[in-house]
């Protein structure tokens, strides 16, 4: 079974960054970063695939967040530029086995989830 563990997320001002880090136990096909803010949805933020295609982005995301991996020591990052008081939210690492790395519907691999904060 795969285990995720994610790093701790802080607290930042607006336009500040952040990266955070999720550490693996077993590769699987699709690693992502999800997002929970109270009241509302959970968001699928960045997708990255282990072999191939290029990375997935939610439109909120697309120019100031980056999702990176490391396969040697099993971890996956994202990187948050510019951050902005709407990005406050509760972030989870996910994996997936599927092929299809932007179906999110189909992450059942989770962390327990890092807090995030930015500050007007």
């Known amino acids: 079974q795969v285990q995720l563990v994610e790093s701790r997320g802080g607290s930042v001002q607006a336009g500040g960054s952040l990266r955070l880090s999720c550490a693996f136990t077993?590769?699987?096909?699709?690693m992502a970063w999800f997002r929970q803010a109270p009241g509302k949805e959970r968001e699928g933020v960045a997708v990255i695939a282990s072999i191939g295609n290029s990375p997935y982005y939610a439109h909120s995301a697309k120019g100031r967040f980056t999702i990176s991996q490391d396969k040697g020591l099993n971890m996956v990052y994202l990187q948050m530029n510019s951050l902005k008081p709407e990005d406050t939210a509760m972030y989870y690492c996910?994996?997936?086995?599927?092929?299809?790395?932007?179906?999110?519907?189909?992450?059942?691999?989770w962390g327990q989830g890092t807090q995030v904060t930015v500050s007007s």
């Open positions: 996910a994996a997936s086995s599927v092929l299809q790395c932007s179906a999110l519907d189909f992450y059942n691999i």
């Open positions: 077993w590769r699987v096909n699709c």
